[in-house]
Each structure stands twice: as structure tokens, then as C-alpha cells.
């Protein structure tokens, strides 16, 4: 499946690790720019995400009919894939076992935090190796940074090259988090000409989220977005972001008044407080929060055409009685999670023309 | 598969929780009498058990040859099952694993406790609702009282619908125990004209024990049943049942003289004490529970044709040289319970007729 | 599938056990010599260890490809797996795992500790044999003694013949193990005339490794093998070995000396110091093993065809740069484990022909 014009096969780790993330990234494909593992965002351009996209949708069309999802079924039917959760997060679990069942592959998992030190003395990288012996996959998150980006390094050196998926590693990155976001933008423009030229408002506690940091990263590979971030004070979006959109020539602007956005949105993302990185003083709880959530009155204001995603959970930021309105869409939003993940694999098991062939 | 006609989504969750559970009923099914969600026992009657009997019947006598089981696995291949079980119990948890699998659905599991209450400030609801987005059943077991009716609105209300089987909600509903309890009875008596008019006699802990109220609700609906209950004073049957029984005309028992019972029974459903809703005196201990026990002795006195259930687990309340007798039942008694699960879902799906007509 | 002339299932617990465990292993098997339970490592002899190892490489050669894997898939079809792993082993749970996934068999797991004793007062034989009800096949890895083969003749004896797979049980046998070793000898030697006449040589704590010793007995099956034993005297192997080597006419030798053992050495089994079974003092860390591991300058020392083994974890005493090596074999190993149970459950299932017939 794998092709042997793997780049990082041929690499010292000390050249490797030279490297920056951005120019680490071409390394992480083959010759044909097909992902061997997915580790970094950076590893996301233009092409790449149009092409995802498009292959999650036809997966999530095939899916639809009992022969379609027969069909993809069989297309992986060979393959083992190992979930190796050390850091949990049911969610993400959840979604790459289906992304994975989706494509007919076997699955196993390692979701105990005390396994991969079950071996007093036994490093990390041979405890993720020996699970990789009976695998063809593994999908990865851990606490232990960098692991992911080292298990790729050794595993494409090894006589067994098995691709590693990073679905989260500490405060770092989560590649296919960004991922499901940028298709969800995707699929909800679809009719209108894409993401190029949309205004997209982030909202709520900007600073601290990574999925408002990685998804206003990557929106940067489109024409003509701008974007407009609601927060107050102590949640405003971070300076590097902002270094980096005006690097990139992207507009953006910066606001406290919420309602005055809403009528020129294209998407409004909200978010909820990330009280889990508070000090001591539990700060979150002295902000006032209230001005940034969206109800029924905000509703009114949208456009027709417009929004409203969500990574979820949720607290109070949205209330309920929005669920049932059809630009609400993030339980949608969490199902594209699954379609992207499935896509990715198929990516990298070079399965995709088969998919893109499939027709009824 | 789920066709439109559902009955509850055309409902506001006021209405419907003014209803009694009775009343409720015929909301978790379609216009075609298919299940939609499993939430109540109060669901049953004398056709739908029948009918689901009967598919489990066929369901069972199919996974004989690997010709039927490869044909059943076929049925359900392109949908994904969401055992939420969040309340531990193992053995129904494997159950509905197994009845699911017979089908050839994909599994996945929530079992943790913590999952539902990981993100501090959602609600169950969105919790439960984020798990559907991957699957397209929902096997929930949960102490959360009343939440699977109240994902089964929610879900049918939606754009999606998802199916909710409640698998037992604390001490309340455990609809699929009741079902294969009455299915052992079906199976046991099906070639001596079936479960009318037999005499069937439970003994043990029969105030506390949830399995033996659910059973006796569900035979009233069966013609001619007699029923005898044999426990000591501490533990004999709550006077709600006798109440119903009177009210249906069903004949009944009381009695704490086992051996003069056994002789004219048909069935005898054997149970444990249940000293987990013991006080802090832990008053079960001082009950003398031993005349209630089923030994060889006891088994000399039992009708050719009779059966001896019990729930498990059991204690000394059968003595184990009774296992070897073909009367004991209680090993196939937990197999029925995957197969009437699996034949639940092939009906909620709508894959029964597929079954029955099945011939090698 | 499993055929009736069961010899198990003719006898009573009594007489069963008043045998020695050599006496009782044909009983674990059918009158054509298949296995039917696999509890001790005494039912291995050269012929089945030779057959078991031939379908392992068949099965490994047909796994290559898609078309060999999803033939592989097909054949357990219809058949549920169940791992019953109250002592965890996260390793050879996942490797029974892998195994039951190639031959397509369905898996459910039990591996919470508590979840035998979830019943206060049911035995740990009802326990087991409700979980059989779901089943097929049982593998099982539990503390309690005796527990498989117990279960082994309780199901023998029982209407339903469940097969028992012991994946170790205390510190008692883990006959899988040793059967991976072998096969990894084999595979290692199978240009060079096999086993036979090889010079095997273990390193490092020899009196509390299970798999050393497994393996040093299951080698006195082959003719004129040679074992050296190197470790430092607290390490050094147990006289009841030496005796059976003795009694075998097995020649065997002791050293201190690595270096000077390497150069004619066929394989090396290298081994982790085992301080779990250390006492209060320590007394692992008062040992000096350093002369005991091997590293660049042991590497070249080793014959062109040898082999380094390890049954993994590892500590210091193989250096990682010894890990590119082609003779370094212990991640294949592990692979092997794989191969060898998948050919064990194909062969307790009786579909071996149907592998041995196969081609593409």
C-alpha cells in the first residue's frame, strides 16, 4: 500500500529534528504527496485540504446507501488499526473507531494511561512499537510530547513501516481537529463559491482554545477571508496569531460588541471558557461572559445563509433552543469529524481512486 | 430504514411526559407497530413478545449453520451500535455485544462513568447526543433516571433519528430482562401449547429482585397463568403486584412451603437475595432463606416437562449437582437474552423479514 | 466444528485430576490429535509443535496479501471470541486480539479484575461460564490457579462445548508463549535444517524468567540441541532444569563469560532482570548484570545466520543500536505471537485445511 518513496526513511532524527515544523512537513508524505503520517497542521496546504474534503464527502454520500457503505468496507478489510489513547479524550476515540470501522478496518486499543508505563525500565518508543507488531495504523494521542513526531521517525527506519496518525498530544497539536473544522467551513459554502472571501467571527475565550489557534492558522491557506474575533479583554485572541495574519495579509479586526458582527457573518464559531487552564484563582470566573453567547435574539440577526459552529461541549454559550434551527451546525459538525478522519486514512492507504470511482 | 411515520416527533416533551407510561407507549413505535426505541416494558403485549420469539427463534436456529450466521452478519454490516454504559453491568453489556455483533453491526462502547460528566457543565443531553452523531443505535445503560426517554424524544426530534434500547436505568426499567425471561418460558413450553394456562412459581427474594416484578407485569398478558409465590415474610412479593394481578383476574399464591409447590409447577423461577438494598443493619442476614433452596431433593419432586429458571448470579439457592439436570435451564436462559436482543434490533431496523424468510 | 470423541468430557473431575499434567494433556485434545483446549505446555510434542508452525507460516505468507487476508477473514466468520484477562497483560491480550481479527472471529473482552467477583458469593466457575454463553471460544489470563483447566473440563462436561485457551495463569504456564519462541527458532532456521543441532544460549536472569524456562523445555523436543545458560550465580538457571536436561541427555553449559559463548552461538535469548519477584531488600540491584548485555561489540561476535531474541520488555541489556540489525528478530517475535495463536485457534476451529489448501 505504502509506497517506498518515503522521504523520512532516508533521514537522520538529528537532521530531521534540525528542521523546522514547516519544512519537517513535506517529509511526512511520499513522492506523490500522499500522507504517510499525519503529525503537524503545517502538513495541511490548499490542495490537500480540497482533496480531503472532497473524498470525506463522497464517503459520507456512499455512506448513505447500505451498498455505498458495503463497499467501503471492504476497502481496508486487511488492515489492523491500533487506537493507542494514553491521554483520553472519548471523543476523539470514539470518532477515529468509527472513521476506522467505516473503512472495514480491524480495531484494537490501548486506552490505559498506566500501560504505556506498565514496564518499569521500557522506553516509550518500544512500548508504542511493540503494539505497532500487530498493527497496520496507529492513531496516537499521548501526553508525552513529541512521541508521535519520534514513533514516525523510527517506524518509517524500521522494516515495517507503519503510518502514525497524531489525534492530539498535550497542549500541542491536533491536526484533525483544525481538519474538521476547515471541511465543515467547506461543506456549508459548497453553494456558495467556498471559503474563499467569507467573514468568519470567533467567539468567546479565543485566547486559550486551540481549535480557534489552528483553525485561523489554516484559513490562512484561503483567498479573501476575513475574520473578526469577539472576546472580552482577558479572553482576546493571542499577539502571535495576529503577527501571523498580518504576515499573511489577512484582514482581520477585534470587537467586544457581538451583536453589531453577527449580520455580516459567514460562520459564527463560539466557543466555551477553558477554565481547565485557570491558576489558582480560578480567573474565568471573574469575567463577565454573558455579552458573548448566542440565543434567540442573536439568531434573528443571522443571515439566511450563515453558521453556527461549535466544538463542543458546551455550557451556556449557545442555548438550546437554537439546536433545533438549520444553520446550527455543530452536531453536524462533530459528524464531519468521522468523514474527515475516514478520508485521511483512505488517504494514506492509498484507497481514494477506488472511492472516487465507486458509483451506484 | 426508520421510516418517517414516528409518532413522537410530532410531539412537544410536555405532552408527552403528561402521559402515563402506558400511554407513552405506542409514541416509541411506528404506524406499523416496528419499535422505534425500547424504553418501557409497558411497550410488550401478547403479539409484539410472540413476534419477537419467534425472530429469535429463527435468528437462533440460522446461527447453527456458518451459512445463516454469515447471512445475519450481512443484515446490519454498514450500521454502527453505541453501547453507552455508564452504569456497569457486564453480562448485559456482553449480551447486547453478542446480539449486536450476530447482526454484523460495528461496536463501540462507552462504559466509563466519568465520560458522561468529563466536561464540566454539559448537559447529559449534548453528551449523549454527541455519541449519536457516530452510530446509529443507542444501547444505553444508565443511573441518570428517565434519560433514555428522554434522549428517545430528543433523538426523534432531531435531524437524526438514532434508536434508544434502554438497558436498565438504576433501579427502574430493564425492559430486555423481562423479555428473555418470558422468551425461556416460550421456549421452554413450546411444544405443550406455550405459556398459557402454565402454573409458574417464583421463590427467594421476591420484594426487591426487579427481574421478578417485571415478569409477573408481563405475564398478565397470557391466558390462565397461575402464579405461586414462595418466600419468607421479609422478602415476599409487594402488595402492588398482587393488586395487578387481582385487577387482571390472574390467579395467585402465596406460600412458604416450597416443597408442596414444586410438584404443579411449570416453571420455577429461582432468585437470590438481593443484599445489596440492605440497610446498614444489613437485615437479610437474619432472615433463614435455606428452605428456599433447590437441591436434588427438590429436583425428585419437579414435573418431567418443568424448568428451573434463575436471573443468575446465583448463591446456594441451587445446589450445582442440579446443573447437569436438562431441566436446568438458567445457562440458556442468559443465551436467550442474545437472542432476543439481537432479534429486538432486527426489528427496529427492519431487517426481520429478511430473517424469516431465510432458507437454507 | 468441533468434532464429538471429546476423551474430556467422558470423565469425571476426580479421576481427571489424579493424574500427572503430562497424563492429562491428551485428554485436551480429540481422538485425531487436535486441540480442543490449550491449558498446559506439557500438550506440545515435535509433531504438533512442527504443524502448529507450518500453518503459522501459511497463515503469515497469506496475510501479505488482501485477497489471502480476507480468505483469512472468512473462515471464523461465524464465530465469537471472548478475552477473559482478569490479569492484565496488555501485550498478549492484544496478540489474541490480532489473531482472532485474522481469522475474522468477533471479539468481546472482559478485563476488569473485579468484574469476576462482581457477584458477592457467585463462584468464579459460574462467573466464566456465563460469559461462555456469549461465546465460542474463551481465552483466558486470570490469578486464579487452575482456573482454565477447571473451566476446560466443566465445559467438556457441560452442553455447550466452549474451547479454553490459557493465556497464562499466575506465575503458572503461558503455554503461548513458549510456542512463540519455538516458532520464532524455526522460522530463523528454517533454511539451515531447523532446530535441530542448534546451539541456544540464554542470558541474563535465568531462575525467575517463565519464558526461559518454558522454552529450555519444550527444546528438549528436538534432537541434539545445545543450551548455554550465562548469567551471574543469584541469576543462574534452577536445578529442577538442569535435572529434566539431564534426565532428556540434553547437553547443556553453564558460563559467566557472554563473550566468549557468542561466537558459536545459534541464537541468543537475551532476558530482563524479573525484580517484580525481587523480596523487600532488593536484591536484584545489589546484582551486577552488566556483563550480561549485549551492545555493538557482542554484535560482533555473532555468527552471520544467528539470531537475537527477547521476549520484550527491555531494559539496558540490548542496546538500541543493535535494533537494525537483521539479526536482531525480537519485534518480529512479537509478531510471531500473532501467527502462532491465529494458527492454534484455526487449528482448535478445524478450518487448518481449508489454510493449507489455499491458493491465490
Known amino acids: 500500500m505504502i509506497n517506498n518513496l ?16 514547516k519544512n519537517r512537513a513535506p517529509y511526512l508524505s511520499d513522492d506523490s504527496d500522499r500522507f504517510v503520517h499525519l503529525i503537524y497542521a503545517q502538513q495541511f496546504n490548499r490542495d490537500n485540504l480540497e482533496y480531503i474534503g472532497q473524498l470525506a464527502t463522497k464517503i459520507r454520500m ?17 488492515k489492523r488499526a491500533m487506537l493507542y489513547f494514553t491521554q483520553p479524550s472519548t471523543r476523539t476515540f470514539l470518532s477515529f473507531m468509527a472513521a476506522c470501522q467505516i473503512l472495514g478496518m480491524k480495531v484494537a486499543e490501548v486506552r490505559d494511561a498506566t500501560t504505556s508505563s506498565e514496564y518499569k525500565g521500557e522506553s516509550a518508543e518500544d512500548s508504542v512499537r511493540v503494539f505497532s507488531s500487530y498493527s497496520d495504523l496507529i492513531v496516537m ?3 508525552l510530547k513529541g512521541l508521535a513526531e519520534r514513533m514516525a521517525w523510527l517506524l518509517s527506519n524500521s522494516k515495517r513501516l507503519v503510518p502514525i496518525i497524531n489525534a492530539g498530544s498535550g497542549k500541542d497539536q491536533h491536526p484533525t481537529q483544525a481538519l474538521l473544522d476547515i471541511y465543515t467551513l467547506q461543506r456549508s459554502f459548497e453553494d ?35 475574520m473578526t474575533f469577539v472576546a472580552p479583554d482577558a479572553f482576546q485572541i493571542g499577539s502571535d496569531i495576529l503577527e501571523y495574519l498580518d504576515k499573511k495579509g489577512i484582514q482581520y479586526d477585534l470587537s467586544q460588541n457581538f451583536k453589531s458582527v453577527i449580520p455580516t457573518a459567514d ?15 480560578g480567573e474565568s470566573a471573574k469575567v463577565d461572559i454573558s455579552n458573548f453567547w448566542f440565543g434567540d435574539e442573536e439568531l434573528k440577526l443571522l443571515q439566511k445563509h450563515a453558521v453556527i459552529m461549535h466544538p463542543l ?10 439546536d433545533q434551527d438549520k444553520r446550527a451546525v455543530y452536531w453536524r459538525q462533530m459528524r464531519n469529524g468521522m468523514w474527515v478522519r475516514a478520508a485521511l486514512i483512505a488517504n494514506i492507504f492509498a484507497v481514494d481512486t477506488e472511492i472516487l470511482n465507486f458509483s451506484e
Not at 10 to 19: A, R, V, Y
Not at 267 to 281: G, H, K, L, P, S
Not at 313 to 322: A, G, L, N, Q, Y
Request: aromatic letters at 8%; glycine letters at 8%.
Open 313 to 322: 461541549p458546551r455550557r451556556e454559550e449557545i442555548s438550546t433552543s437554537v
Open 6 to 21: 518515503v522521504r523520512l526513511g532516508k533521514m537522520s532524527w538529528e537532521e530531521f529534528t534540525k528542521l523546522s515544523t
Open 192 to 226: 456558495i463559491n467556498g471559503i474563499d472571501g467569507k467573514h468568519i467571527v470567533f467567539v468567546g475565550d479565543l485566547l486559550r482554545g486551540r481549535t480557534v489557534r489552528s483553525l485561523a492558522f489554516l484559513l490562512g491557506n484561503y483567498n479573501d477571508v476575513k
Open 267 to 281: 460562520a459564527i464559531y463560539m466557543t466555551r471558557v477553558q477554565d481547565e487552564w485557570d491558576n489558582e484563582e
Open 62 to 78: 456512499m455512506a448513505k446507501s447500505k451498498e455505498g457503505s458495503d463497499f467501503l468496507s471492504t476497502l481496508l478489510s486487511d
Open 141 to 143: 494521542r499521548t501526553k
